[in-house]
């Protein structure tokens, strides 16, 4: 894995952990003592961070380092993060419309299964 690659999967694993926390970037960063313009540079790949701030970050989010540079692959990834954004989503909405929200996907699931 290329080092550009690197920083982008380890930026992409530190949004996924701080999404699946419902943390926002200002609250980890507060948490982690970083600026939070650096956690966004951060989860964007444009940076990579120092083995001291994955740390600060892990201790932050409450993970283990190995939690935060275990990478999936692109696909596993993609399912990942639309995982936690559905159920981000799926928060705001009253429970008995997240109920018809499901039946609508499951009804999905199975279209798209039978092809």
Same mark, same amino acid.
């Given at each position: 894995?290329?080092?550009?690659?690197?920083?982008?999967?380890?930026?992409?694993?530190?949004?996924?952990?701080?999404?699946?926390? *419902?943390?926002?970037?200002?609250?980890?960063?507060?948490?982690?003592?970083?600026?939070?313009?650096?956690?966004?540079?951060?989860?964007?790949?444009?940076k990579c961070p120092t083995?001291?701030?994955?740390?600060?970050?892990? *201790?932050?989010?409450?993970?283990?380092?190995?939690?935060?540079?275990?990478?999936e692959s692109e696909s596993?990834?993609?399912?990942?993060?639309?995982?936690?954004?559905?159920?981000?989503?799926?928060?705001?909405?009253?429970?008995?419309?997240?109920?018809?929200?499901?039946e609508i996907i499951e009804?999905?699931?199975?279209?798209?299964?039978?092809?």
């Open positions: 894995m290329e080092r550009e690659e690197l920083t982008k999967q380890l930026g992409a694993n530190i949004r996924k952990l701080r999404l699946k926390k *419902d943390i926002s970037q200002e609250a980890l960063s507060m948490s982690a003592g970083l600026h939070p313009a650096y956690i966004g540079r951060l989860e964007r790949g444009e083995i001291d701030t994955v740390y600060k970050i892990c *201790d932050a989010l409450c993970v283990s380092v190995n939690e935060i540079l275990c990478f596993k990834n993609a399912d990942a993060q639309a995982r936690i954004r559905i159920e981000n989503a799926l928060k705001k909405i009253p429970g008995s419309q997240q109920i018809k929200v499901a009804s999905i699931a199975e279209i798209t299964n039978s092809k």
